[in-house]
């Protein structure tokens, strides 16, 4: 029982991750009916965001600190951060400890930024090109901005810790009722899948009882009709498609202290995404989150040491494998709704 709970646990945050992107590309597809293969890259620039406001925070001046001496007497100079002379040392230290989730104040209006220039100065002109046009040049934009990032930020991974109070693991077993430390689990992983339940909730919330939001959903429906009725809604998509960019972005933000952020990450999580949403239904905003979680689960169990004793690999082509089922047996996927993608 134990096993299963930690499978479950890990699960969760693999499936948040998944969910979180697949969330933005079904919001991207849904409304603008543009398969953007280069929304693994946003997530990677997400990750990135956070990385450098770390960095811009932790800008420093040299002073002569006179409390510290070398071996000959003399006063030491010291690197002392911008964020100490304007807030003060223990607020600065602060600032510098929950770099990652404050960096979301940085990430979500670059994301957002990013993602407008990309759909004005690229994704416009291919809605009326085939899907496979759209794979090809969002594939090449995402190789790019790959490469981007490669050169400014080099080509191995970036340490980024979690804030200290969220070091350390929890005690589920002891929670439970089993024996203490049975079940251990990392306090930030807890922390992503409530943020990602807190995002999810968030966007369909936005999308249910804003006016935004219906004008958004009644344009994913008949977008002719929309338009026939005066409003510009073109322009909304073209903000959803920024809104979808900002969700991908902040998914990397928080992503950073679970898996260090590599110039390569997003294509990993870029095509088990799109399986996700395949399986979800395409179009469809509850199918990718429940696909998300699901094959997250799966793929968490299917990790485990029992498992590949009696299936070596299986883990590596689990999620594949459920796919091919479910759309055997389902063509739309769980949650598909007719018409989409079936011209």
Avoid at 51 to 65: A, G, P
Avoid at 163 to 170: D, K, L, Q, V, W
Wanted: hydrophobic share 55%.
């Amino acid at each position: 029982m134990d096993a299963i709970i930690l499978q479950i646990l890990n699960g969760l945050d693999k499936g948040s991750a998944y969910a979180l992107i697949a969330l933005g590309l079904t919001l991207i597809f849904g409304t603008l009916g543009v398969v953007n293969f280069a929304h693994g890259a946003l997530f990677m620039i997400g990750a990135f965001c956070a990385v450098t406001f770390s960095r811009i925070i932790s800008i420093s001046h040299e002073v002569v600190d006179e409390t510290q001496t070398d071996f000959l007497g003399n006063a030491l100079v010291v690197k002392v951060p911008y964020v100490y002379d304007w807030f003060g040392e223990a607020a600065g230290n602060t600032i510098i400890d929950w770099a990652v989730p404050l960096s979301i104040i940085f990430a979500i209006p670059v994301m957002i930024l990013i993602g407008v220039i990309m759909e004005r100065g690229l994704i416009k002109h291919f809605y009326s090109r085939p899907h496979a046009d759209q794979i090809l040049v969002t594939f090449g934009l995402a190789m790019v901005l790959q490469e981007i990032i490669k050169y400014y930020y080099g080509a191995n991974p970036v340490p980024m810790p979690a804030p200290s109070a969220f070091t350390g693991s929890f005690d589920f077993g002891a929670m439970l009722g089993f024996d203490p430390n049975t079940i251990i689990y990392p306090y930030w992983r807890i922390v992503y899948f409530g943020f990602a339940a807190v995002v999810i909730g968030a966007v369909f919330a936005f999308l249910q009882f804003t006016t935004f939001g219906m004008v958004v959903r009644a344009g994913m429906a008949d977008r002719e009709t929309v338009q026939l009725l005066g409003i510009n809604i073109d322009k909304r998509f073209t903000l959803m498609f920024g809104i979808a960019a900002a969700v991908a972005g902040v998914a990397g933000v928080m992503y950073v202290p679970i898996n260090s952020p590599n110039y390569d990450m997003g294509m990993h999580f870029l095509v088990l995404s799109f399986v996700v949403v395949v399986v979800g239904g395409m179009g469809s905003l509850p199918g990718a989150v429940l696909a998300g979680f699901v094959l997250g689960i799966l793929e968490s169990f299917a990790s485990m040491r029992e498992v590949l004793e009696f299936l070596p690999g299986i883990n590596q082509i689990i999620i594949y494998l459920v796919a091919i089922i479910i759309l055997l047996t389902r063509p739309r996927g769980l949650m598909g709704r007719k018409g989409v993608m079936e011209e």
